[in-house]
């Protein structure tokens, strides 16, 4: 998964916006699985158990692709907004050492 991947799926139109900000998790009992990019992701990306086990290597490969394409498209969202997370991490610093 990379962030055109992401930018692409979540401009599906099918999809509910923010639909798996108000659920339960509990996919197997949705009936909104088919509107869901949550879901859809979820079953592209851990298409087998392997890789949904936290005992398993795979899983954190996973789940550390997630946090990199997430940082990613935070820090592309920034730039094309015009943010300055530097400044912002070092402000952050600051409140971090009182
Ligand atoms: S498919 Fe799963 S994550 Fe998506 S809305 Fe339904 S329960 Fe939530």
């Known amino acids: 998964m990379d962030k055109e ?3 692409m799926i979540a401009g599906n139109p099918n999809f509910i916006p923010g639909i798996y900000n108000y659920c ?13 990019m949550n879901f859809a992701i979820a079953n592209e990306q851990s298409p087998d158990q392997d890789s949904r086990d936290i005992n398993n290597e795979t899983f954190w490969h996973k789940l550390s692709e997630t946090f ?3 940082l990613d498209l935070l820090k592309e969202t920034a730039e094309r907004e015009g943010i300055d997370l530097d400044a ?11």
């Open 24 to 36: 339960d998790r509990w996919c197997e009992r949705c009936p909104l699985t088919s509107r869901c």
């Open 88 to 98: 912002i991490s070092k402000n952050l610093s600051i409140f971090n050492k009182l």
């Open 5 to 7: 991947y992401l930018k």
């Open 68 to 70: 990199q394409v997430t």
